[in-house]
């Protein structure tokens, strides 16, 4: 590669809409550094994994391409990996996988452009920038080291044993393939930070319709989750500082803004100015007031902050989406109490009421773990009674992960493996018969899509609903909606998670 050639990268997401806008951020941010995106990872200097560790199945993908950079080490290849399995593991990933370079939890994104150049600069053999990002654990490898070859690689879990890499020293000013060399770089020390991820560099991937966060961390501590060690401590941007954003997204041509957070609703404004603080509800009314936004979505609302504000918000601002994401996990009150969600299942269900009494039908869907530590068939049976009462558009059901540093870990009576895939099973057949039936109910109505696509092979358009729900139309042979129009459809059929229709000309 020509000296002057822009540095490539790849990069891959895993896990939630959290994850896959924190990527929309990190490519910004390497692009304004000069990189190029690419996509694939042959083509990549820099390859990053943006990793998810909510459940077992997300991490050990995440591992499952650690062990194929084994293929590309010798290729001279740098290797990152971002985000929670990142801030889980921090410097284990070292062992796991020596040739990685930098391990970057969320909390430290902010210091991504600092931690390229230091990158850069160690693998240039320019020890001159390399100021510490952070400072490493007794007993763990300094944060840049480029001494260390590969018979220096250790073979062990010991983290002890990175101390015979040798002491940091430049080795040569010419460009040495990674592979050979341990450039060891980590931002893991923020968890405590107020800080928020805020770049003017977001690199959306769709243009009509993008992600603003407004709040990042978690202070719950379920007693299931990992968030609050992966995420850090919960931090809101300023209302101010989200509108900007939103005005922005509009004048750019967006008309459907998702807020974004761990807990949308848990938003405590930071706003300087104690008269201008917003709850809430009030951002999401303005947000929805800006001029050319037609579209309002926020994900995910934590039941014990779910005020009857947010309703009445929907109710007076048109533009925000009748759809609202609230999680359960379980329908007995006593896994609710035994998973620390703060809230019974009479208080969920209370919230369901203020929204089943809303002016417009408001969509509601839903998280739910089956298999929790101690959950019997009685607390099962409650669960799937709450998915008949609440009847939701859709379930996102999870069989219960243990997870390292999370509490539940320790609670006896754990459900085997089989038994929480029967009651996922049931639970997921079940919920299917409540859509089967709620679906069938658009039949004969108009919708408003925003047209997202074109389905080639089928002839039709994809649309997705204010209700969040994915509509696919046929059109006349001379109509050609682009994608990002709003078009009326009438509903002519139904599946159990989406609806079929035809544009009305
Ligand atoms: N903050 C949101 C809330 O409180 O509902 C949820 C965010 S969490 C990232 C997304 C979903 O992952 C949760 O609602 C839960 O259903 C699921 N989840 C989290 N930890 C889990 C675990 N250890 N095992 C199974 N599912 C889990
Ligand atoms: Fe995890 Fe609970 Fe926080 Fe949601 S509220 S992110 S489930 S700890």
Known sequence: MPADSPKTFYLETFGCQMNFHDSEKVVGTLLHEGYRQVDTVEQADLVLYNTCSIRDKAEQKVFNRLSDYKKYKKQGK??????????????????RAPYVSLVCGSA???KLPQMLKQLEAAESGNTASSAPISTPAAGAPPFAVFEGWESMLPTSGDPNLWNSGGKPAVKSASRRPAAESLIRITGLDDRETDACFETEFTARTNPHRGYITIIEGCDKFCSYCVVPYTRGKERSRTSQSVLAEARQMAELGYTEIQLLGQNVNSYKDSEGNLANRKTFAELLA?????????????MTSHPRDFGRDIVEAIDAVPTLCDHVHLPVQSGSTRMLDAMQRLYTRDQYLERIAWMKSAKREISITTDVIVGFPGETESDFAQTLDLLEEVVYDAVFAFKYSPRPNTPSLKLEDAIPDEEKARRLDILMAKQREIQITRYKKYIGTKCEVMVE??????????????????????????????SGSYVPVVVTGSFPNSLLGELVV
Do not use: D, W
């Open 78 to 95: 740098t290797f990152g990996v971002l985000g929670c399995v990142a801030q889980q593991e921090g410097e284990k990933i070292f062992e």
């Open 286 to 298: 303005a947000v929805g007031e800006v001029p050319g936004i037609r579209r309002v979505r926020f």
């Open 453 to 482: 696509g074109k389905n080639e092979a089928r002839c039709q358009y994809i649309g997705r609903t204010t209700h969040n729900k994915t509509l696919n139309f046929t059109v006349t042979p001379t109509a050609n909606p682009k």
């Open 108 to 110: 430290s994104y902010n």
